[in-house]
């Protein structure tokens, strides 16, 4: 006989509204199982949680733990816990969800507010069965939740990546830099979550090889595990189209300012005679002969003129203006 999923959110039941104390049912050792989530916590109702599971202090500790890295741990007897990061889109940071399997009796819980799960409830709603009866599968049923819920960000963030590659055919404009940047620093976020996933998951996969856990789990696991490695792959061959846009993008603005430079290089070229030759008329000699002459400013003019004429027809023969 299948075994009934029973999802209690933050100590409520939805199918018998009422509180469950998660304390009781543990000591039950019930045949159901049961998922508690608990959601958006604060510190007093995190640290009341910690004091009604029955785990030693020191396994409290991994609940506590600030260190923002994936962890999974054996707990009590034939008890796992585990430490998984996740963001609720692409863009937004990533926060952590802890699981916490005691025998039929699943704990998820997170300190911030996380949609990541809800896709789990949904489908647990509309009937959806687990691939056996023992808790371990509804912990399996949520890490394939999370790694569907990760491919969803990754798909998210390709089409997105792609559209804006797509709009960068054209010639990319100065604040383009600045957009990839801040998009390839998105995509960092959760190709690091993905990595820790798989992390964890290997993790796991080193505690379950025990007999106590039945084999088609670990089937289950090494299939997430594969999916995990091939969406990194995807995600580190989507950085890399970044960071190609990112070269060429340089690299235009690298043409820009050289271009920038020739102009005002040639500008320089052309005014440098001319400036020497207002500064040698500019000096004030008594015996200039020049002075005297009645056509000496109209001829200095017209010389001064073909001068620059004839520097801006060179350097434009000579393609400095390209």
Same mark, same amino acid.
């Given at each position: 006989?299948?075994?009934?999923?029973?999802?209690? &959110? #933050?100590?409520?039941?939805?199918?018998?509204?009422? !509180?469950?104390?998660?304390?009781?049912?543990?000591?039950?050792?019930?045949?159901?199982?049961?998922?508690?989530?608990?959601?958006?916590?604060?510190?007093?109702?995190?640290?009341?949680?910690?004091?009604?599971?029955?785990?030693?202090?020191?396994?409290? #500790?991994?609940? #506590?733990?600030?260190?923002?890295?994936?962890?999974? !741990?054996?707990?009590?007897?034939?008890?796992?816990?585990?430490?998984?990061?996740?963001?609720?889109?692409?863009?937004?940071?990533?926060? $952590?969800?802890?699981?916490?399997?005691?025998? #039929?009796?699943?704990?998820?819980?997170?300190?911030?507010?996380?949609?990541?799960?809800?896709?789990?409830?949904?489908?647990?709603?509309?009937?959806?069965?687990?691939?056996?009866?023992?808790?371990?599968?509804?912990?399996? $049923?949520?890490?394939?939740? +999370?790694?569907?819920?990760?491919?969803?960000?990754?798909?998210?963030?390709?089409?997105?990546?792609?559209?804006?590659?797509?709009?960068? !055919?054209?010639?990319?404009?100065?604040?383009?830099?600045?957009?990839?940047?801040?998009?390839?620093?998105?995509?960092?976020?959760?190709?690091?979550?993905?990595?820790?996933?798989?992390?964890?998951?290997?993790?796991?996969?080193?505690?379950?090889?025990?007999?106590?856990?039945?084999?088609?789990?670990?089937?289950?696991?090494?299939?997430?595990?594969?999916? +995990?490695?091939?969406?990194?792959?995807?995600?580190?061959?989507?950085?890399? &189209?970044?960071?190609?846009?990112?070269?060429?993008?340089?690299? &235009?603005?690298?043409?820009?300012?050289?271009?920038?430079?020739?102009?005002?290089?040639?500008?320089?070229?052309? $005014?440098?005679? +001319?400036?020497?030759?207002?500064?040698?008329?500019?000096?004030?000699?008594?015996?200039?002969?020049?002075?005297?002459?009645?056509?000496?400013?109209?001829?200095?003019?017209?010389?001064?003129?073909?001068?620059?004429?004839?520097?801006?027809?060179?350097?434009?023969?000579?393609?400095? $203006?390209?």
């Amino acid at each position: 006989m299948e075994r009934k999923v029973i999802y209690i &959110h #933050n100590s409520l039941s939805k199918e018998v509204d009422q !509180e469950i104390s998660l304390a009781e049912l543990i000591a039950q050792k019930p045949q159901d199982l049961y998922w508690f989530n608990y959601e958006a916590l604060n510190d007093f109702e995190w640290q009341t949680l910690l004091s009604v599971l029955p785990i030693s202090d020191n396994e409290k #500790n991994f609940f #506590n733990d600030r260190k923002a890295f994936p962890r999974v !741990e054996a707990v009590q007897a034939n008890g796992l816990y585990l430490r998984i990061p996740t963001s609720n889109r692409w863009e937004e940071p990533s926060h $952590f969800i802890h699981l916490a399997l005691l025998g #039929n009796v699943l704990i998820s819980a997170t300190k911030s507010e996380s949609k990541t799960l809800d896709k789990a409830v949904q489908q647990l709603d509309i009937g959806s069965s687990l691939e056996g009866k023992e808790g371990i599968f509804l912990l399996m $049923f949520l890490l394939e939740t +999370l790694e569907e819920h990760l491919i969803n960000n990754y798909l998210e963030a390709r089409s997105i990546i792609n559209g804006f590659i797509s709009s960068l !055919e054209q010639i990319p404009q100065d604040q383009d830099n600045d957009k990839v940047v801040e998009i390839k620093g998105r995509l960092g976020n959760i190709t690091g979550q993905c990595e820790e996933f798989l992390f964890a998951c290997t993790l796991l996969r080193t505690i379950i090889t025990v007999p106590y856990y039945p084999v088609s789990t670990k089937k289950m696991l090494n299939d997430i595990l594969d999916t +995990l490695a091939h969406v990194e792959h995807s995600m580190r061959k989507l950085d890399k &189209h970044l960071e190609d846009q990112l070269h060429r993008i340089d690299s &235009h603005l690298r043409e820009l300012t050289d271009k920038r430079l020739r102009i005002l290089t040639v500008l320089s070229s052309v $005014f440098l005679p +001319l400036t020497f030759i207002s500064s040698l008329y500019g000096m004030n000699f008594e015996n200039m002969p020049e002075y005297s002459y009645e056509y000496a400013y109209p001829i200095c003019l017209g010389v001064m003129l073909c001068i620059g004429i004839g520097m801006v027809v060179y350097f434009a023969v000579k393609g400095w $203006f390209r």
